[in-house]
């Protein structure tokens, strides 16, 4: 019988991790500049009074 390899599974599972949380960071990065309203400084109104 074959002997398991326990270091390429552990390497697999971790890629897979790895994986998983750049496109978490992907789809995140891309909501936030789908909202720029949110970014925009309020001293656009300040200008406006003076």
Avoid: C, G, V
Avoid at 19 to 36: C, D, I
């Amino acid at each position: 019988m074959a002997k398991t390899n326990y270091t390429f599974e552990k390497r697999q599972k971790e890629l897979a991790k790895q994986k998983k949380q750049a496109e978490k960071l992907l789809k995140k990065t891309a909501s936030k500049t789908e909202h720029p309203q949110d970014e925009l400084p309020a001293t656009t109104d300040e200008s406006a009074i003076s």
